[in-house]
């Protein structure tokens, strides 16, 4: 589903961009120039003429600002195309799972969709997974610590007691720790479908089926 109020902007917007504010600026310096130039000359003495090199060299001035302002103009108009390409090929993604960091995951009767990634120095990974309600079911090690790696999170889906849990939606931290026990980053990461696109002023977002909403340019991966 498609915001159809803010993917409207893609269309069309009443908001003067950046070279337009610059070129009413700019008018209106060519209509001051000129309102002073035709001043001067009027009032100037017959036998001590004004000297036209400081004129020229305004308008010499004024002209480079204007190629300038031009140059702007077409790269917003650039800028406003690819926008709308990449707006495109986001809406695509509609309807398709995508992989993405996330601490939300959605267990279904099929899959536990979890992995992670840990940079550099981690020698030890926990995975620890809550349900909506804050409460911990259960803490898992890390299978492997290699930097960089894809780790898939496999779970038996029984809780700390190893009583059944149902599907439903859960809060994931990943906490990595090097040999002498400080922190090491670990990013856990999802598959989950793409619902709507909305677009923002930040730019395309993903409304995801575990709830969350997340920027189209943290996708890793669509499957």
Do not use: C, H
Request: negative net charge.
């Amino acid at each position: 589903m498609i915001n159809a109020t803010l993917a409207s902007g893609l269309t069309g917007t009443t908001t003067q961009s950046a070279s337009q504010v610059s070129s009413n600026e700019l008018q209106e310096s060519y209509n001051s120039f000129l309102t002073l130039l035709t001043a001067q000359i009027s009032n100037q003495d017959p036998l001590e003429p004004v000297d036209s090199t400081q004129f020229v060299s305004q308008l010499a001035q004024l002209t480079q600002v204007e190629q300038s302002i031009s140059t702007n103009a077409n790269l917003e108009s650039i800028s406003s195309m690819l926008a709308t390409m990449g707006a495109m090929s986001d809406m695509q993604m509609i309807g398709r799972n995508v992989l993405v960091p996330s601490s939300q995951v959605t267990m279904t009767d099929a899959e536990f969709p979890l992995s992670y990634q840990v940079e550099p120095g981690a020698t030890d990974v926990k995975i620890r997974i809550y349900s909506q309600e804050g409460s911990l079911v259960r803490e898992l090690t890390g299978s492997s610590v290699a930097d960089g790696e894809l780790i898939d999170v496999a779970w038996d889906r029984r809780d700390a007691v190893g009583l059944p849990t149902p599907p439903g939606n859960f809060r994931i931290e990943i906490a990595a720790t090097d040999v002498n026990g400080d922190p090491i980053a670990a990013t856990s990461l999802t598959t989950a479908g793409v619902e709507r696109v909305n677009f923002t002023a930040r730019g395309p977002e993903l409304q995801l089926s575990n709830g969350e909403t997340v920027l189209s340019q943290v996708v890793r991966s669509v499957l």
